[in-house]
């Protein structure tokens, strides 16, 4: 029902774009979120986007090196990752919400994509 792509090997500073798409009947209507989990580390909200394009990022934001966007009639949500370094290394993914607001716990999300890699090397 999801499915993440994007993700890779890059070198700190570097750039990638992650995607997510989902079927029409997943996600219509609903937030989705990014999620990521770190070897021997909890799975943490990354960014989130509500039905109408709304976004959501935690308090540490990631000092503003990330950003979430949605297009909607591509049931696509997007995660754009700039200024990488080797701590954003973890598997990503992308989450369908029970509804349409953005929430950062993993509780709230009802569908999960199979993750994709991002490394980054120092």
């Known amino acids: 029902q999801l499915q993440a792509s994007g993700g890779g090997l890059v070198q700190a500073g570097g750039s990638l774009r992650l995607s997510c798409t989902c079927s029409r009947r997943t996600c219509s209507n609903n937030a989705m979120g990014w999620f990521r989990q770190a070897p021997g580390k909890e799975r943490e909200f990354v960014a989130g986007?509500?039905?109408?394009?709304?976004?959501?990022y935690p308090a540490d934001s990631m000092e503003g090196r990330f950003t979430i966007s949605r297009d909607n009639a591509a049931s696509t949500v997007y995660l754009q990752l700039n200024s990488l370094q080797p701590k954003d290394t973890a598997v990503y993914y992308c989450?369908?919400?029970?509804?349409?607001?953005?929430?950062?716990?993993?509780?709230?999300?009802?569908?999960w994509g199979q993750g994709t890699q991002v490394t980054v090397s120092s």
């Open positions: 989450a369908v919400a029970f509804g349409s607001a953005v929430g950062e716990s993993m509780n709230l999300y009802r569908y």
């Open positions: 986007v509500s039905w109408r394009g709304i976004p959501r």
